[in-house]
């Protein structure tokens, strides 16, 4: 299983962004992907969650009501929606996925892709 993250950029604070994360290889329905990201000089951190089989969502309190996570099975997609950035949005996002259950750290994921730098101006 292969994971490429996409969508990132420089955009400016107030601007929308939909990230993708492309999946390659055997997924199974009781998988769960999740999206992280990783600000300068901070820990990853756990940002959302989304079951392959009925597309139950976990937010962490950091970005529930304001980030959206969707998938779109037939095309082996997860996305992150973040409307209204903000500059301390900055970071590079990752995306990853395992069997079962959210797991709210990085190296609970048996499947991890690279980043993408998203890159918020004033």
């Known amino acids: 299983v292969q994971l490429q993250a996409s969508g990132g950029g420089l955009v400016q604070a107030g601007d929308s962004l939909t990230l993708s994360c492309a999946v390659s290889?055997?997924?199974?329905?009781?998988?769960?992907m999740a999206w992280f990201r990783q600000a300068p000089r901070k820990e990853r951190e756990f940002l959302a969650s989304?079951?392959?089989?009925?597309?139950?969502?976990l937010y962490a309190d950091s970005v529930k009501g304001r980030f959206s996570i969707s998938r779109d099975v037939a095309k082996n997609t997860v996305y992150l929606h973040i409307p209204s950035l903000k500059t301390e949005d900055t970071a590079v996002y990752y995306c990853?996925?395992?069997?079962?259950?959210?797991?709210?750290?990085?190296?609970?994921?048996?499947?991890r892709g690279q980043g993408t730098q998203v890159t918020v101006s004033s």
């Open positions: 990853a996925t395992k069997p079962g259950v959210t797991n709210r750290s990085w190296y609970g994921y048996h499947y």
């Open positions: 989304i079951t392959w089989t009925d597309g139950t969502t």
């Open positions: 290889g055997r997924i199974y329905s009781s998988y769960t």
